[in-house]
Antibody, heavy 123, light 107 residues
C-alpha cells in the first residue's frame, strides 16, 4: 500500500535551518511528482510547490522562493524540504503529498499525503 | 495566480442533514477542481477529483459538481464522521491554489 512517512517534529531558533524528509513506499517513486503543502496553526492549506521526481526539477509557488529547497534521494525513495533562515512565521505543519496525474483526463490530484511535520520556530 | 473562494466559511448542521459547500475560481478552470476533507490533527484526504469523480473508498454520500468557475460539494446525509474542514483546490495551472476552507461542525 502507498505510504508517505514524514520526519518528526522539530523546534528551531530563528535564523536556523531545517530539513524535513518524506519517505515513500508502495509505488514507483519516480512515477509521480511530490508536492509540499504548508498549514500554519489554525489556518488553511498553502501549496508550496512540487518537484519532478524524474528530473529533480522543482517548481515553487510565490512566497516560497529563495529560502526553500526541494530535493530528492531516489535511491531511498525520499523527498526533502529544506528551509533556511527560519522565521517565526515559518511555524507550521508541512505535508508532502503525491501528485497523481491522469494523462487521459489531463488533471492532477493529491491522492496520498504524509502525516505532516510540525516545525516550530521560537527563540 | 488563480484565486479560490469558498462559502460558507463555516456551518453548523445535524446528523442526517444535506450539506452543500460552494467553491468559486477567479477564472475558468474547466473541471480541474479537487475537494479534500481534513479532520483536526490529520492530513487532508482526497474526496473528489476532476470536479465530480469520487475517489476510491470515499462514501457515495459525497458528490461534486460544476465546471468553469463554480463548483459545489454536497454531502447528502451528514454522518458523525463528516464533521471536519473541507477545502477545494484548483489543478488547472500552477500554483495549485486551495480555497480558504469550510468548517462543518455539529449543531
Amino acid at each position: 500500500q502507498v505510504q508517505l512517512v514524514q520526519s518528526g517534529s522539530d523546534l528551531k531558533k530563528p535564523g536556523a535551518s531545517v530539513k524535513l524528509s518524506c519517505k515513500a513506499s508502495g509505488y514507483t517513486f519516480t512515477s509521480y511528482a511530490m508536492s509540499w503543502v504548508r498549514q500554519a496553526p489554525g489556518q488553511g492549506l498553502e501549496w508550496m510547490g512540487w518537484i519532478n521526481t524524474n528530473t529533480g526539477n522543482p517548481t515553487f509557488a510565490q512566497g516560497f522562493t529563495g529560502r526553500f529547497v526541494f530535493s530528492l534521494d531516489t535511491s531511498v525513495s525520499t523527498a526533502y524540504l529544506q528551509i533556511s533562515s527560519l522565521k517565526a512565521e515559518d511555524t507550521a505543519v508541512y505535508y508532502c503529498a503525491r501528485a497523481y496525474y491522469s494523462g487521459s483526463g489531463s488533471y492532477f490530484m493529491f491522492d496520498y499525503w504524509g502525516q505532516g511535520t510540525l516545525v516550530t520556530v521560537s527563540s | 495566480d488563480i484565486q479560490m473562494t469558498q462559502s460558507p466559511s463555516s456551518l453548523s448542521a445535524s446528523v442526517g442533514d444535506r450539506v452543500t459547500i460552494t467553491c468559486r475560481a477567479s477564472q475558468s478552470i474547466s473541471i480541474y477542481l479537487n475537494w479534500y476533507q481534513q479532520k483536526p490533527g490529520k492530513a487532508p484526504n482526497l474526496l473528489i477529483y476532476a470536479a465530480s469523480s469520487l475517489q476510491s473508498g470515499v462514501p457515495s454520500r459525497f458528490s461534486g459538481s460544476g465546471s468553469g468557475t463554480d463548483f459545489t460539494l454536497t454531502i447528502s446525509s451528514l454522518q458523525p464522521e463528516d464533521f471536519a474542514s473541507y477545502y477545494c483546490q484548483q489543478s488547472n495551472t500552477t500554483p495549485f491554489t486551495f480555497g480558504p476552507g469550510t468548517k462543518v461542525d455539529i449543531k
